[in-house]
């Protein structure tokens, strides 16, 4: 996902789901874990919720 976000400005759970082949459930789990270790951070509400590399 690192990799991703060094050559895109942002990720939405569907893509990092489609990235490393989990379910959506899954990547929203992942990317609450990546949020509270501070790697990531959220921006948006909703469906227009994306991730951004901190």
């Known amino acids: 996902m690192m990799d991703f976000l ?3 400005i942002c990720i939405t759970r569907a893509e990092y789901s489609r990235l490393v082949h989990v ?3 899954r990547a929203s789990r ?3 874990t990546f949020i ?3 790697v990531i951070r959220k921006r948006g509400a909703g469906r227009s919720v994306v991730y951004v590399k901190v």
């Open 6 to 8: 060094e050559a895109n």
């Open 36 to 38: 509270d270790s501070g």
């Open 23 to 25: 379910t959506a459930r």
């Open 30 to 32: 992942d990317l609450q």
